[in-house]
Structure formats: structure tokens, C-alpha cells
């Protein structure tokens, strides 16, 4: 019980910053555009894990995992580059490499990794 708690916070946080961002107008590229559908589609994804709901096909959230998890390393580590504050230009890029790689296993790790259980 404790453990579906933490789910649907973390649910609910990840669906408060998407819905921010939404309203605050970060998505203005195209690519920042995909990549918001792509963060709704696996939302969906752990929505349905977290509620223990089936929606679609397993096979679909198969295809939504790797494709999503690919999407977003690639999005995190090369595409998205807009930092609001300049001092991340004084760190080395490969040190920044490692706190973006960081990052992304500690914040989206979770939603990945509910997707799997969701999807296997």
C-alpha cells in the first residue's frame, strides 16, 4: 500500500511539471513539442501500472518503452540545450555529460521503470 502511495505521488509529479511547463510556454521548438507528446504517452503508460488498468496493448507499451527511453536519452544528452542560467556554460561538457546522464536515471528512472513492469 505504502508503495502505491509513493507511485501515485510520483505520478502526480511528473504530471504537474509536464502541465507547468505546458502553461509557463517551455515547449516552443518543435523538438521540445515531441518530446512533451512523447512524456504524455509514457505518463499514460505508468498511469495504467500505477492503477493496475489495462490500456491498449501490452505489445504497444513495449514499443512505447524502448521508444521513449531512446527519445529520451537522446533528447536529454544532445537536443536539449536550453538553460536558463548561464553558469552551466563554466562547467566542463564532460562533467555536464555526467550530471545530465545522472539526472535523467534519477528523475525519469522511475517512470521507466514502472513502463517495463507495465509493458513485460
Do not use: C
Not at 491498449?56 to 521508444?67: A, I
Not at 536558463?84 to 536515471?105: C, G, Q, T, Y
Amino acid at each position: 500500500m505504502f508503495g502505491n502511495i509513493l507511485w501515485t505521488i510520483y505520478l502526480g509529479i511528473l504530471g504537474t511539471v509536464a502541465i507547468g511547463y505546458l502553461l509557463k510556454g517551455k515547449y516552443k521548438t518543435f523538438l521540445a513539442k515531441v518530446d512533451f507528446v512523447v512524456s504524455i504517452i509514457t505518463w499514460i503508460g505508468l498511469f495504467g501500472y500505477v492503477t493496475n488498468t489495462q490500456i491498449l496493448n501490452p505489445l504497444v507499451w513495449k514499443f512505447v518503452f524502448f521508444g521513449g527511453l531512446l527519445w529520451d536519452v537522446i533528447f536529454g544528452m544532445f537536443f536539449n540545450h536550453h538553460y536558463d542560467d548561464e553558469s552551466i556554460d563554466e562547467i566542463p561538457p564532460n562533467v555536464r555529460f555526467v550530471i545530465v546522464a545522472v539526472s535523467l536515471v534519477i528523475l525519469v528512472g522511475p517512470l521507466y521503470y514502472g513502463l517495463f513492469k507495465y509493458a513485460f
